[in-house]
């Protein structure tokens, strides 16, 4: 799987949009992005992925550059609750390879 | 909750002792997969299963280590001899090979400290 690099830590003030850059310069053509995150004490938590289109759910939008060679999470009105670290994953497909690689990701901390 | 239950959620335990963590994944998943994260850093694959095969495992997981899911539906995760090495967090995961997006869905984890 392409490695990923994320800043380490973002802060970011409560109901202003939050937006989580990710490098993948090495993602192959067939690589879909991946975003959870991990509130302490918690499993990581899915929260989006897609492969070339921006996609948007109940919980963020992903953008992805057309190169594919970066990625941005948008948190649209950050609360209190979204304080987590986010994780920028690329893996080969939907199915069949089955190991998420996680990196150290993104401490986000949302400040009131 | 995603409804993939991790029992006990902590364990103390002495070096050289024995630990065995459970993991219950969501009634209808198929696939289950165990993964180890220690402090600062990010989860790390162990192994995975397909019903009750077991169909990879990483070099993390040495031969102190093993993990079973012996009739497709809660696994075990086994480690002997512990050592201070192998404090972590051990999460569970599990989704359903037919679903198009490749969700995982975690529980809560276990967390193990060796003394």
């Known amino acids: ?84 670290v986010y994780y920028c994953i690329v893996r080969f497909t939907n199915f069949g390879n089955e190991k998420l690689t996680f990196g ?9 | 909750d995603t409804g993939v239950s991790q029992n006990p959620r902590h364990k103390i335990t002495k070096r050289g002792q024995n630990v065995t963590f459970r993991c219950d994944p969501i009634s209808e998943h198929n696939r289950l997969y165990w993964y180890r994260q220690t402090l600062g850093q990010g989860p790390e694959f162990l192994t995975y299963f397909q019903n009750e095969a077991q169909l990879e495992k990483s070099r993390l997981l040495s031969d102190r280590f093993s993990a079973e899911r012996p009739k497709g539906s809660f696994s075990t995760l086994e480690i002997q001899r512990t ?4 404090s972590a967090m051990y999460l569970c995961a599990s989704r359903s090979s037919g679903a198009n997006t490749g969700e995982l869905f975690f529980g809560e984890g276990s967390r193990l400290t060796v003394l």
């Not at chain 1, 990710?22 to 991990?38: A, K, M």
């Not at chain 1, 929260?47 to 550059?65: D, F, R, V």
């Not at chain 1, 993104?106 to 009131?112: D, G």
Request: charged share 20%; net charge negative; glycine share 6%.
């Open chain 2, 83 to 86: 050592e201070q090495g192998d």
């Open chain 1, 1 to 84: 799987d392409a490695k990923t690099t994320q800043p380490t830590s973002m802060d970011c003030a409560e109901g202003r949009a939050a937006n989580l850059p990710c490098n993948h310069s090495t993602i192959s053509g067939n690589e879909y992005v991946y975003w959870y995150r991990q509130i302490h004490s918690q499993g990581p938590q899915y929260i989006i992925h897609g492969l070339k289109n921006n996609e948007t759910n109940e919980m963020a939008s992903l953008i992805i550059t057309e190169d594919r060679k970066s990625s941005t999470l948008i948190l649209p009105h950050a609360t209190l609750r979204d304080t987590a």
């Open chain 1, 104 to 112: 150290t990701g993104t401490r986000l901390t949302i400040i009131p």
